[in-house]
């Protein structure tokens, strides 16, 4: 199957910082990434479904000013976690889809784990 | 809302034997469901695809079903094994081609 990287696989930072978290298909070209974040025993939630060369579609009730999503090319798709809180710290998850329509898998990233002190 | 559930408890298993696991879920005529597999501190890894039309799918000892009358998906793990022992979420294809995730049933096998 194709294979999709996250980096990095875990970050602590401070209150106030912003964080970068890189997603990348490596094999294939993702036209639409998506990003969701699970909090411990609980399921995915999405946050964004982000398509290369236009702007992130947000889900209810999540900040785009403060989770910017940028897709800049069909293998690169990042999360910036901007002025993180406590309340931030979780697992955050990407996924690729390669775009050939309906009834295809995502290929998901194994994930970062993010701590806000 | 489109919702689906599936059982939030752990199911312990023995060795050898089936597992079967269950999606339910209600509000949506989804064409497509998938089941993942989430191992601790992992991003989810896909498992099967079903399409609406299709009543059985099988892949080595994995056997999906999807009965569109019940709204409702099996997943079934035959001879299982400890190593199957982790988290399988179904998912449903919404718009957009998003999916809608189930919270995930807590499979452990024992030896």
């Known amino acids: 199957g194709a294979v999709v990287s996250q980096h990095p696989s875990w970050v602590i930072c401070k209150s106030g910082t912003s964080v970068k978290i890189e997603c990348r298909s490596l094999?294939?070209?993702?036209?639409?990434m998506f990003w969701y974040r699970q909090f411990p025993k609980q399921s995915l939630m999405l946050m964004a479904t982000?398509?290369?060369?236009?702007?992130?579609?947000?889900e209810q009730g999540v900040e785009k000013d403060k989770f910017l999503i940028n897709h800049a090319s069909l293998t690169l798709s990042t999360l910036t976690v901007t002025s993180a809180h406590p309340e931030d710290s979780s697992f955050y998850i990407c996924?690729?889809?390669?775009?050939?329509?309906?009834?295809?898998?995502?290929?998901f990233g194994p994930g970062t784990r993010l701590t806000v002190t | 809302s489109q919702k689906i559930e599936q059982n939030s408890e752990a199911l312990n298993i023995q060795e050898g034997k089936t597992a079967t696991l269950t999606c339910n879920y209600t509000?949506?005529?989804?064409?497509?469901l998938q089941w993942y597999r989430q191992d601790p501190g992992r991003g989810p890894v896909f498992l099967l695809l079903?399409?609406?039309n299709e009543k059985e799918k099988r892949k080595e000892r994995l056997k999906v079903t999807f009965d569109t009358t019940l709204k409702q998906s099996l997943f079934h793990i035959t001879a299982s094994q400890p190593a199957d022992s982790a988290t399988y979420l179904c998912?449903?294809?919404?718009?957009?081609?998003?999916?809608?995730w189930g919270a995930g049933t807590k499979l452990i096998i024992k030896p």
């Open positions: 996924s690729a889809w390669g775009g050939r329509g309906p009834g295809y898998e995502q290929y």
């Open positions: 094999d294939f070209q993702a036209t639409t």
């Open positions: 982000s398509n290369e060369g236009s702007k992130a579609t947000y």
């Open positions: 509000n949506y005529s989804p064409a497509y």
């Open positions: 079903i399409r609406e």
């Open positions: 998912a449903l294809e919404g718009r957009n081609y998003q999916l809608i």
